[in-house]
């Protein structure tokens, strides 16, 4: 036997199968380009196709149905040797399952070739009408004729960005327009007609492939197109993602003796998540342990927006809170979005926007117009306030947080410090 | 976590934790899609891993971890139940091809869609079956950040030490929540040295056949050997067979791989008082809750004893001859049906058992105490 690529000149297929023609030519064209069987991968999933594997002196890679192009994709990616050939063996029926990854194949042009073998049917699994499927085909499922075109695989591909795509008849020797493919550099794509021998030529007498080729509306042919493969884009990378964590050195003091959770909340776009994270890290340059957790609706630029703060001077297991020791609303999406949790306290503190409702609760409650400075800086002016009330972090460690974090020209202080300094 | 004195201390979450864990340990790859509560190691992923990936979907994102395994690679993604289901089939294949990778589970509120911004504990039963066959797949739980830390470098050792994916899982609470933490507090990571089957032996290497129940790795990439990878059943070579014994041996295998090596992973924190007769369980965002009600329960003057299982499956005997040498013990989880006592005691739960379950709101310490003082 004078083929490398084949441990085997019988091939598992039923006599007359367009699948056995596709095999050999395959390896007919990789011997034109004078490759090694093992410089080559040959991908294939579920479906008569991919029973060829164990004919193959190749690397072969078996996976599931009408996954085969994305498990190639993930092979190219990973292969750092480009004199590696990747090849697809796909039927019609899993180009069907996996039309999604033949598309994405494309786009990325995902260094490989996929050679679908469409014999217009799902052959393993009882003569199924398939995606590609053409118009007026008789399958097992569809007595009267598909009553539906296929999908042209071939101009979804181009469509979708594959440099070369071509349609050929699986009659002849096809090895030449096979090494075609084969020689591209990026996604290439071959779509083999043939007509399945148990299933198709049995419901479809006197029918000839050539015929059915024509009558589908989808022409022979080669398209191609200029396109850069796959190169991996590594984006902005870092080496250390501890390293860029901005260490918080204990500089302040606090008075705190216990743990407080907090609850703070506002409207979005009003600064909560910047004002929350300027407490925490206050707190922690205070020598307190935190966490901090934020809550906010999907659609994030609207309605309500809540972080929950735990402080403690002790190591925090457990960071939930149902009903805080203290609260700080800032405006009505704020209040209506934990008004359950105010009523629920029985003690602790309410620090409220002065514009705000007052609900029922056993908490001190200490009103202020914390939109003096802006509804955007609302948040803001709190964690001042915040400071200012409790003394569990001072000023002092939050300005210095806002200077750590260049946004001491971003923050209205100034005025914030004026509108503090009429706070009774 | 340590009070706030010396060391480095920072803000961190949980999610940048996992990525870098892993990345130290040597994992080559993120393959990412935007789900939520996982978006963090997704962003975390692109900024620290050698090569990122953004995948169209669920199945694509493991299709191509696979091919990137079958190359030498070890790829994470992290997902949530919705994605997680999906991906279940492409599991099963890089379980039957044994393929090393590592899937971060973050749990969230269902069934479906349910609620993607509130945490649970409701996929372990999923967890459990989800390779046809019912073989166990790894999947290690993180209780704190230090977990974060070690168990995810673990995962990927793991994955490429026993040559099979694995879930490290968590959920929305630890991965999105933001602590102070002492970095000095994180013990260095080795990266994982990869051992390969020797080039330069004979032409005999089959890529089933296991020494100590896991076959040796090769790449594609080299051309020494032929590689083959098959999701089917297969024999020693690779090649499909039907059942027959060899190909039966090779799917036994899989299962005692995973069962008969699974001691060399098995992780889990035991905090006995000599003198309890009770004992609390619980693993995940639960166990936090768990320490801190522990802890009040001891400043009460009660003997009661801490079990937080980080190994979930294969489940580690350990776990039932602790929870056995206790009369009453408490299991808390975030779901209703106890899904933790379900697997290591089936349908009844001994006398003593007691359950702690909860559904869209984590389990408060203030629960656990209450059902240990009954």
């Not at chain 1, 029918?207 to 200029?226: C, D, F, N, V, Y």
């Amino acid at each position: 036997m004078n083929n490398l690529f084949l441990n085997t000149e019988i091939l598992p297929y039923c006599k007359g199968c367009g699948h056995d023609l596709i095999a050999k030519n395959t390896t007919k064209a990789l011997g034109k380009l004078n490759y090694e069987p093992l410089d080559i991968i040959v991908v294939t999933d579920i479906g008569c196709h991919g029973i060829i594997d164990k004919a193959l002196n190749t690397h072969t890679v078996h996976g599931l149905h009408g996954r085969s192009a994305a498990l190639a994709s993930g092979i190219s990616f990973g292969t750092d040797n480009p004199d590696k050939k990747i090849i697809v063996f796909i039927g019609d029926g899993g180009a069907t399952i996996g039309l999604q990854h033949i598309m994405e194949a494309s786009r990325l042009n995902v260094n490989m070739t996929l050679v679908v073998h469409n014999n217009y049917l799902y052959g393993m699994t009882g003569g199924q009408t398939s995606g590609l499927t053409p118009v007026g085909f008789h399958t097992t499922t569809s007595h009267e004729g598909n009553q539906f075109s296929g999908y042209d695989i071939c101009a979804l591909a181009r469509t979708a960005g594959a440099p070369y795509v071509s349609r050929i008849t699986g009659i002849g020797d096809i090895s030449d327009q096979l090494a075609v493919a084969f020689s591209n550099k990026g996604f290439s794509l071959v779509e083999i007609l043939e007509i399945c021998p148990s299933y198709g030529v049995k419901l479809n007498p006197k029918r000839k492939l050539q015929e059915i080729a024509a009558s589908s509306g989808k022409p022979l042919g080669e398209w191609t197109q200029h396109r850069e493969p796959f190169e991996k884009h590594q984006g902005k990378k870092t080496d250390d993602l501890l390293g860029e964590v901005r260490e918080i050195k204990k500089v302040f003091q606090s008075y705190l003796k216990t743990t407080v959770s907090l609850v703070i909340s506002g409207s979005a776009g009003e600064g909560v998540q910047l004002a929350a994270g300027l407490i925490s890290k206050a707190c922690v340059s205070s020598g307190l342990c935190v966490t901090q957790k934020g809550s906010y609706p999907v659609t994030v630029g609207v309605g309500f927006s809540t972080s929950e703060i735990n402080i403690s001077t002790q190591p925090i297991d457990f960071h939930g809170i149902n009903v805080p020791d203290m609260a700080i609303i800032t405006s009505e999406d704020g209040l209506a979005h934990n008004r359950k949790r105010i009523e629920s306290m029985t003690n602790g503190k309410l620090m409220i926007d002065s514009s705000l409702e007052v609900p029922k609760t056993g908490a001190d409650v200490i009103q202020h117009d914390f939109r003096t400075v802006g509804a955007r800086n609302a948040a803001i002016f709190a964690v001042f306030f915040f400071a200012l009330k409790t003394g569990i972090i001072s000023s002092e460690a939050i300005l210095k947080v806002i200077e750590e974090e260049g946004k001491t020209d971003k923050l209205p202080l100034p005025k914030i410090k004026e509108a503090l300094a009429k706070v009774k | 976590m340590q009070e706030n004195k010396k060391g480095r201390h920072a803000l961190l979450d949980g999610s940048r934790l996992i990525i870098e864990s892993m990345a130290r340990a040597g994992a080559d790859a993120f393959i990412g899609y935007p789900i939520t509560p996982a978006n963090l190691l997704y962003q975390y992923g692109l900024q620290r891993m050698p090569l990122m990936l953004a995948a169209p979907d669920e199945i694509t994102t493991v299709q191509w971890m696979s091919g990137l395994a079958a190359t030498g690679k070890i790829a994470v993604t992290a997902t949530s139940f919705p994605g997680y289901a999906l991906m279940i089939e492409s599991i099963n294949m890089a379980f039957m091809m044994e393929l090393p990778m590592v899937i971060v589970l973050v749990q969230r509120l269902g069934p479906a869609t349910g609620t993607a911004t509130s945490g649970a504990q409701g996929d372990l039963s999923l967890l459990k079956g989800n390779i046809s066959g019912g073989h166990p797949l790894p999947v290690l739980c993180t209780s704190n950040m230090e977990d974060c830390w070690t168990l995810s470098a673990k995962a990927v050792e793991l994955a490429v030490k026993l040559r099979t994916p694995v879930v490290l899982l968590t959920s929305k609470e630890e991965v999105m929540t933001t602590k102070s933490f002492n970095m000095d507090l994180l013990p260095e990571i080795t990266p994982l040295e990869r051992k390969y089957y020797d080039l330069e032996c004979d032409g005999n290497y089959k890529p089933y056949k296991a020494t100590n129940f896991v076959p040796d790795f090769l790449p594609l990439g080299q051309n020494k050997h032929q590689i083959r990878f098959n999701a089917s059943t297969h024999n020693e070579k690779g090649i499909l067979q039907h059942a027959d014994e060899e190909s039966m041996a090779n799917t036994r295998r899989l299962e005692e791989k995973i069962r008969k090596r699974a001691y060399e992973y098995t992780w889990y924190d035991l905090d006995e008082d000599e003198q309890a007769k009770k004992l609390v369980v619980a693993f995940g965002i639960t166990a936090a809750a768990a320490r801190h009600a522990v802890n009040q329960l001891r400043e009460e003057g009660r003997h009661i004893s801490l079990l937080i299982p980080k190994t979930l499956i294969p489940v580690p005997e350990v776990y039932l001859e602790i929870m056995e040498s206790y009369d009453e013990v408490i299991v808390a989880e975030e779901n209703i049906n106890n899904q933790f006592s379900d697997l290591i005691y089936g349908l009844k739960k001994p006398v003593g058992h007691r359950f702690v379950g909860s559904l869209g709101k984590m389990i408060t310490p203030q629960q656990i105490r209450e059902e240990v003082r009954k």
